[in-house]
């Protein structure tokens, strides 16, 4: 017969140890969580410390080394005196003498592509060697070349408004270039704001369209983009057109349009974008909002002429939006027609976008018209009170020179 080992009943006293072997462990347990949960608490707050004052103690380290040097196209820049930046158009006749062909590398890839290209890390010229320098063409040359280094980065004046416009020393002579830059500096000097004037050749190496005739359109963001860096503390840029001229001196811009109670009253609201489009502007926007301020002309096209951005990080992207090689080499029919693109599939943007009627700042003149008495004021005609006075047109009927001559005495007589 088999034998059976015999089980040991516990007894109390075995039970109260068991208990307590329980109990204690339990208790290690959980001091071993606690113990665990306390470093690693600490480990995640010193993890945090560290990062939070390490951002504002160490940002200066990291940005130097993972974010490339601010600055535009040219690496080295110019710290203009004031801030009326314009390049001497006194200059026109030996810049239309040397063209592009002369003031830019030419590159030959091996498949005899040929591109312009610009140099970043092109020096400026200094004083001495202005004054030393004999030849004019070279001169004129280096001074062109140095027009996009110059940016306004004093405390006093710091202006509010920047008025934005290109020149193009292939179109127009220099006494109606001289009256076109004039303009602008008259108007800015009574206000109290900035003028950023630069060649329209000047963009030309950044495009792939080699050409003013071509690509001035889509020059516009580049010159936009390029004044937000030379003047960072501005609220407002206003682009307008060299085949135009301001007509109110002493209309200042924030009275006219800028002011909120003012703008909301130019906006208009729950009209389509384009001519019979579908999709409108909407019907609550507030003036509070508007980064981007475009004219829609009577022909239901936005107005590229004259337009006015305050700089945000919307606008910059928009900017470079409409300036990548995809986007400006697609089909369009001009800027006016990429923007209203935009602004239809972004609705990000159209939030932020005010159009508004054409008279504010868009006023076009057309001779025999606008120079006629009793006009309608509701007209989209230039007549004499209006701000801006455009010359749309005048290129076909090739009187964009009388037109300004004629103007420009009237503003400054």
């Known amino acids: 017969m088999g034998l059976k080992p015999r089980v040991k009943t516990p007894s109390s006293s075995s039970g109260t140890r068991g208990w307590l072997t329980k109990a204690t462990d339990s208790m290690m347990s959980s001091k071993q969580k606690k113990k665990q949960f306390t470093s690693v608490a600490l480990l995640v707050g010193v993890v945090g410390l560290w990062w939070l004052f390490g951002g504002f103690l160490g940002s200066r380290s990291v940005k130097e080394t993972w974010l490339p040097a601010l600055h535009g196209p040219y690496k080295n820049e110019i710290q203009a005196p004031n801030p009326l930046i314009f390049p001497p158009t006194e200059h026109a006749p030996i810049l239309r003498e040397l063209d592009v062909k002369g003031l830019y590398i030419l590159r030959i890839d091996v498949d005899e592509n040929r591109k312009y290209v ?5 020096e400026p010229m200094t004083d001495k060697e202005r004054a030393a320098m004999t030849d ?22 710091q202006p509010e408004v920047i008025i934005v416009t290109m020149i193009d020393f292939d179109y ?32 030309v190496p950044m495009v792939e369209k080699q050409t003013v005739q071509e690509s001035y359109d889509f020059f516009k963001p580049l010159i936009m983009r390029a004044a937000f860096h030379a003047f960072p503390h501005a609220k407002y840029f206003w682009y307008l057109d060299q085949d135009s001229l301001i007509m109110r001196m002493d209309l200042p ?38 980064g981007f301020i475009l004219p829609q002309m009577q022909d239901g096209e936005l107005g590229m002429s004259s337009f006015i951005i305050a700089p945000s990080l919307y606008s910059k992207s928009f900017l470079d939006y409409l300036s990548d090689p995809l986007v400006r080499d697609f089909y369009w029919k001009d800027l006016s027609s990429a923007v209203a693109h935009a602004l239809q599939w972004h609705p990000p943007l159209l939030s932020r976008t005010a159009l508004i009627v054409p008279k504010t700042i868009a006023s076009i003149y057309e001779p025999g018209v606008s ?15 209006d701000l801006v006075a455009l010359f749309q047109g005048c290129r076909q009927r090739e009187s964009c020179v009388s037109d300004i001559e004629a103007l420009f005495a009237k503003v400054s007589g």
Do not use: C, M
């Open 118 to 122: 610009l140099k970043s890390d092109d």
């Open 371 to 385: 120079d006629a008495e009793g006009q309608n004021a509701d007209t989209i005609s230039y007549q004499e009170g």
């Open 253 to 290: 811009l924030q009275r006219h349009l800028l002011d909120p109670k003012t703008l909301d009253v130019a906006v208009l609201r729950n009209v389509p974008i384009i001519k019979e489009g579908n999709i409108k502007t909407y019907k609550h926007f507030s003036t509070a909002h508007a």
């Open 172 to 203: 127009y002579d220099v006494n109606t270039l001289t009256r076109i830059v004039q303009n602008r500096v008259n108007y800015a000097q009574r206000q109290g704001y900035g003028i950023y004037v630069r060649w329209a050749q000047e963009f």
């Open 136 to 157: 004019q063409n070279k001169l004129v040359k280096k001074s062109f070349l140095d027009n996009g280094k110059l940016v306004y980065r004093k405390s006093s004046p």
